[in-house]
Every structure is written in C-alpha cells, then in structure tokens.
C-alpha cells in the first residue's frame, strides 16, 4: 500500500516562498506521472502541476512562471518550489498520480499565504 507524506506548508506573506516535499513509500514513483493538487476552503481539488517520469511538466495558468514542480526518484520524492506567493494560493496541498489519483490521499500540508 503506497503512503504519500507531504510537508513544507506554513503562513507565509504574499511575495514570499514555500517548498513543499512529496515522500512515497510502499511503491517506487519513478514511472509514474507526479502531481501536486490543491484544495481550498468550500472549493474542490484542483491539479496544479504535474511531471511525467521522462521530467516533463506541465501547469496550470494560474500558477505559470512562478510554481517549479521537480522529482528525486531516488528518494522516491516530488517537490513543489512555489514562488511569488499570492492570497489565492492558500489551499491545502496534496501529491498524487495523474491524471487519475490512484492511491490513497495523505493528510496534505497547508499553505496559508497572508496578504
């Protein structure tokens, strides 16, 4: 059974920075397509960045030139270097496969960022 741990998530003011780190464990992730997805209040989880096992990514517009989502296989991680921080970024940050999210979802970390 494959567990995600997230951490990195703390208050932070608008135009500051956060890394947030996905650990796996219980499955390699290397041939899996990462993605970090956020939550916030009364809305639903939406993808922001995903990266293909080959190190491609992709994201989405909101967060475009500011967000940096990378992978260390070997430590069977996946990062989030988030940038430029802005209100709307405040949500609960979770990691999973994508497109379909195939294993159970961790406790995710939140990223409260003041204005």
């Known amino acids: 059974q494959v567990q995600l741990v997230e951490s990195g998530g703390d208050l932070v003011q608008a135009g500051g920075s956060l890394r947030l780190s996905c650990v796996a464990s219980?499955?390699?992730?290397?041939?899996?397509?990462m993605a970090w997805y956020r939550q916030a209040p009364g809305k639903q989880r939406l993808m922001v960045a995903f990266?293909?096992?080959?190190?491609?990514?992709v994201y989405t517009d909101s967060v475009k030139g500011r967000f940096s989502i990378s992978r260390d296989d070997a430590k069977n991680t996946a990062y989030l270097q988030m940038n430029s921080l802005k209100p709307d970024d405040t949500a609960v940050y979770y990691c999973?496969?994508?497109?379909?999210?195939?294993?159970?979802w961790g406790q995710g970390t939140q990223v409260t960022v003041s204005s």
């Open positions: 219980g499955r390699y992730i290397s041939t899996s397509t």
């Open positions: 990266i293909r096992s080959s190190g491609a990514t």
């Open positions: 999973n496969t994508f497109p379909s999210p195939l294993y159970e």
